[in-house]
């Protein structure tokens, strides 16, 4: 059973043309295979390690009961929570879905540095990237059927890969999950299925919300508030958007509870009980076929920048923008856009000080250092040369009493 509460937080191959006609045979229609189709596999079940960015990364993979080479399967990562493994998310059948997949899947559990995702300069992307390229080129997959998953740090992982790689992958389902591993650039459509609990005390379900709304507008779905069930109710509400291009659909499951992966209807305690998280995500994969759309929908469009109007700031000037992005009983999600002026950059530096006690407790996107309330975040490798004018974004989580003022930040140059 997982854990319930957040705990801090190709090699390619050439196939000979006999058996290229068995995969043909073999494959659904529309699916467009992999290299590994119709070779004898040399990955198996069990822990094994990738060099990755330059380091030795472990993952668990779950190659089905008698695999046929010339079948493509999907391909399925699940990512941990914050201090939780790889190690328990194959131990729990990868969220329910080695059962529920019945053999129809390749699973991988990806270990994260840290037991988290952090993300930091893009590493854990590198890993997925590695992965699939590992996995594709030995195992026989339908490339239109990838999907990710995960709950708390790894729902927010599994929203980093949506954003990065929607070409790539399916779909994602993100259980209990924030913006904390990044969302670059986050604009094109993914099918995309969020479950948050209403009172959910470690990350609050507004940030489950903004995320959702991520593809909400990629998706080009009909904007709208769903409802949710009152606390106390011990029930869930789940909602289908409407209007969203066709093959890429929004789920949202809000369910009176907490921070758990494991909601269970009718009931506080979930011993004994079988929760619905594994079956609704099933589900919501296996309805999108293996093909994808005949064209890339066009990014959501953005109203044009007035020609007339320069870059903020002067020759080798910055500036900063801070906004609360997400707000609830004790803490806060907040995002700060840095924007070159009319100069690029090769680094920045962003300062603020807070008046009211607040605290920053975890930061994507920048390093931070503080001295009491004034709050110091400088660019991380990948994200401080800036062209003029352009922008880059980091974003944080933190605590506050009271009052939650906006102060002022500022920019300089590095």
Known sequence: MLVRRLAGAAVAGVLAAATALAIVTAAPADAAVTAGCGKAPTLTSGTRTISSGGQNRSYILRVPDNYDRNHPYKLIFAFHWLNGTAGNVAGAGYYGLQQLSDNSAVLVAPQGIDNGWANTGGRDLTLVDNLTALIEGDLCVDTSQLFALGWSYGGSMSYAVACARPGVFRAVAVLSGANLSGCSPGTQPVAYLGIHGI???VLNISLGRSIRDTFVRNNGCTPQNPPE???GSLTRIATTYSGCRAGYPVEWAAFDGDHTPEPVDGTTATSGARTWVGGEIWRFFTQLPSTTPSSSPASPSSP???PSSPPPGGAGACSAAYRITG???????????????ASALSGWRVGWTFADGQTVSQIWGGRTTSSGSTQTVTNETYNGT???GASATFGFLGTWTGTNSVPSATCTPV
Do not use: I
């Open 199 to 201: 009172h959910d005390s």
């Open 229 to 231: 069930p009152a606390q």
């Open 304 to 306: 044009p920048a007035s």
């Open 327 to 341: 707000q609830w009983q004790g803490g806060f999600q907040a995002e700060v856009t840095v924007t070159a002026g």
């Open 386 to 388: 800036l062209g003029a």
